[in-house]
């Protein structure tokens, strides 16, 4: 499949800040993309690029196979939902949405359809005549949808759009956006800096840090194989530990983590010449029971602190030589295991859980 | 002297009894401005309308009768032509207005906000003069062995200086100048209202820049140009100074003859006649304008 939508090393200057820099990008036709990364890392900059509101200092910008670079965003097959909706205040819900039809000449008749349709599909049918600010927020949102997607556009591009919603509201359009773009089958290029938005809907997930993209690929891999102690930090929570190399064995290696606790990890996990490197490991990869927990690096430690989450247990570990861990344990039944501060407990960790993190 | 009302009803719904003293407190606080008013508008206006159905005698002073006959003048062709001139120059002077002055507007509305101030400080710079004095200033400009004629001469466009003053050229280029600030600043208002997210997502739609101008940014000036069309046409029907300096005896308006008749002619019924037409006119007007600003005007 061709990429829907390509960066070409593009940068992007504003005088000497670089929002942008020498980012390479491919998003898949159909796919459901997220730019994950805190505020201000250059992810709606990104988004500017593509809808065309933003000239690359450097680089190219592509659109289903075709420069757009020096296309303005009237002229781009891209449609966008803005964070604050940019509904026209003086138009109808019918209206607003069918402007974009307008534009492109659309014959009435047809435009009515289509309008129809699209209001059909956020479940907005009767609300045609209202103007916006007689809509909530939700509603609004789901005019900005309507009439962003009544366009077909090969690329639907979404900036933050939940972030003005209450909580409950949000978890039901993310399911419903998932939904809407399976249904539809636009791709979809989604920013925010809600890791679980991300997480819930993507494909694949583009974490964006500095102007750079730290890291692309599922959530699954994000997750469980960080590339970056920004990306382990950014989604979900990570111990993250700088270690060093202790010895080289036949298919093994010994390393020492900071404060003193060794682990074995198998040799290719460790690239050959480093000496050091930070390491990051999930708080839930770190076992923990009365028994020591076979097949994996075991050690003992002091719990520290207790903080009893409900569905889990949050503990902060010492280990004897003084490393410190946060591990999480699920609390399986109400006869599970109760840990106390102050117990010495065993712990295990799974040399594959332990990941090694190419610099800082 | 104390009343015991605590246990009567009125105790019973304390709300009401807030409400009411609140709507004394407003009261309260508008009666200045509405001592204002009745003093120097609505009493005025009765005088004027008194006199307007009164007659005159010879020697022009007031008779207190009841009659229609000034009414009647008021419709003579020459009186209704010298309206209908006054109309035109406000209209032309109101479009004007609004064509030099909505890009300016647009271009404030839409600056950042540094420049904004800056350049809204060059629209009220004008103000710090008085009026008059800006008038004459004109006349200065305009004049035979004035700057204009001796600037086209300096850059011999023309032998012979062109006769500017006293035309219905320096009568309009007054008007235009005196009320342009009056377009500029209501626009500014609506402009700078327009969310900049709005604009991007119609041409995120597909509009062109001349589509975003007629469908979006247009109509969401509308509250604007209502206002600026009203500040503009409404005082420049009236205005008698600018075609008394600009215009010489040559351009009467509506505004110099009511001035006549009262000044020179000493026809005070006639001249309260034409001020009644005046006004019914402009409440017409303004009634029209703040229904259509109404209907555009959104949340």
New interface residues.
């Given amino acids: 499949m061709s990429a829907a939508v390509e960066l070409r090393a593009v940068t992007k200057r504003f005088g000497d800040f670089v929002a942008v820099d020498n980012v390479s990008l491919e998003i898949k036709a159909g796919e459901f993309l997220t730019l994950l990364g805190p505020s201000g890392c250059g992810k709606t900059t990104l988004l500017r690029l593509i809808a065309g509101f933003e000239l690359p200092t450097q680089g190219t910008v592509w659109v289903g196979g075709e420069d757009v670079t020096d296309r303005p965003p009237y002229r781009r097959p891209v449609n966008q939902v803005f964070q604050s909706y940019a509904l026209f205040p003086h138009l109808t819900v019918a209206e607003n949405v069918g402007f974009g039809l307008r534009m492109q000449g659309v014959p009435a008749t047809e435009a009515a359809g289509r309008v129809r349709q699209a209001l059909d599909l956020v479940a907005l049918t009767d609300m045609d005549a209202r103007r916006p600010h007689q809509l909530s927020g939700g509603q609004r949102q789901r005019v900005a949808l309507a009439r962003a997607v009544v366009c077909q556009p090969r690329v639907l591009l979404l900036d933050e759009p939940l972030s003005a919603l209450d909580a409950r509201l949000r978890q039901s359009m993310q399911l419903e956006l998932k939904r809407l773009q399976r249904q539809l089958g636009i791709t979809f290029v989604f920013v925010t800096h809600d890791q679980e938005e991300a997480l819930t809907m993507s494909d694949r997930i583009a974490i964006v840090n500095r102007g750079r993209i730290e890291q692309l690929g599922s959530a699954h891999e994000i997750y469980h194989r960080p590339a970056t102690a920004f990306a382990a930090e950014f989604i979900g929570a990570a111990n993250l530990l700088s270690a060093r190399l202790v010895r080289r064995d036949a298919g093994s290696v010994r390393i020492q983590v900071a404060g003193g606790l060794e682990l074995t990890l198998p040799s290719a996990s460790w690239p050959g010449a480093m000496e050091e490197a930070l390491i990051s490991i999930r708080p839930e990869k770190v076992h923990v029971g009365r028994a020591p927990i076979p097949g994996a690096n075991g050690f003992t430690a002091r719990i520290e602190e207790e903080i009893f989450k409900g569905a889990t247990d949050h503990l902060r570990l010492a280990t004897a030589a003084g490393t410190r861990l946060q591990a999480v344990v699920a609390n399986e039944s109400a006869l599970g295991e109760i840990f106390h501060v102050g117990e010495e407990i065993c712990c295990g960790l799974h040399a594959d859980d332990v990941i090694v993190l190419a610099a800082r | 002297m104390d009343a015991l009302p605590a246990t009567g009803a009125g105790a019973a719904s304390p709300t009401a009894a807030d409400a009411r003293r609140a709507g004394w407190r407003a009261w309260l606080l508008l009666t200045p401005v509405v001592g204002w008013l009745v003093l120097f508008v609505v009493v005025p206006t009765a005088v004027l309308f008194v006199y307007s159905l009164c007659e005159r005698d010879e020697l022009g002073r007031v008779v207190f009768t009841f009659s229609l006959e000034s009414y009647g003048r008021v419709f003579d062709t020459v009186y209704v032509r010298i309206f209908a001139r006054s109309i035109g120059y406000a209209a032309f002077t109101t479009v004007a207005c609004l064509i030099i002055g909505f890009p300016v507007a647009y271009v404030i509305g839409r600056a950042t906000e540094a420049w904004r101030q800056r350049l809204l400080l060059l629209v009220m710079v004008p103000f710090w003069t008085s009026f008059l004095i800006r008038t004459y200033a004109w006349i200065t400009i305009l004049k035979q062995e004035g700057l204009l004629n001796g600037l086209l001469q300096l850059v011999s466009l023309s032998a012979q200086p062109f006769d500017l003053l006293y035309t219905p050229f320096a009568v309009s280029i007054g008007l235009i100048y005196a009320y342009l600030p009056f377009m500029i600043l209501p626009i500014y208002g609506s402009v700078e209202k327009i969310?900049g997210?709005?604009i991007?997502?119609?041409?995120?739609?597909?509009?062109?820049p001349w589509?975003v101008f007629s469908?979006?940014i247009l109509?969401?000036s509308?509250p604007g140009i209502a206002a600026g069309t009203l500040l503009v046409f409404v005082p420049a029907i009236a205005m008698f100074a600018i075609t008394d300096l600009l215009g010489g005896a040559r351009v009467p308006l509506i505004g110099n003859v009511i001035q006549n008749q009262f000044l020179q002619a000493r026809d005070w019924p006639f001249g309260a006649a034409l001020g009644m037409v005046f006004m019914a006119l402009f409440v017409v007007t303004y009634w029209l304008l703040l229904r259509f600003g109404r209907e555009?005007e959104?949340?």
């Fill in positions: 969310d997210s709005v991007e997502a119609a041409h995120d739609l597909g509009a062109g589509r469908a979006v109509p969401l509308m555009e959104v949340a």
